[in-house]
């Protein structure tokens, strides 16, 4: 689970930067500054979902759930 917005780097970077080191990797953007934009960009790059915060507990163990089956 990653932030989109963080202090020192940008998310989209860090998705980047995962993908390149384990491309199979399931990464699920998590974010309170989304937009369509900011989820197709994370998508397109990798991203295997994108959530926006505030987000049930629940729906985000359900989608860490999907990602690890999907991983596997």
Do not use: N, Q, W
Request: with cysteine; glycine share 6%.
């Amino acid at each position: 689970v990653l932030d989109l917005k963080m202090e020192d780097m940008d998310g989209i970077e860090v998705l980047k930067m995962f993908k390149k080191m384990l491309p199979s990797m399931a990464v699920i953007m998590l974010t309170g500054h989304g937009s369509e934009h900011a989820a197709k960009t994370g998508i397109d790059c990798g991203a295997f979902d994108y959530l926006t915060k505030p987000c049930e507990f629940e729906e985000l163990l359900a989608k860490i759930r999907e990602a690890v089956e999907h991983e596997t």
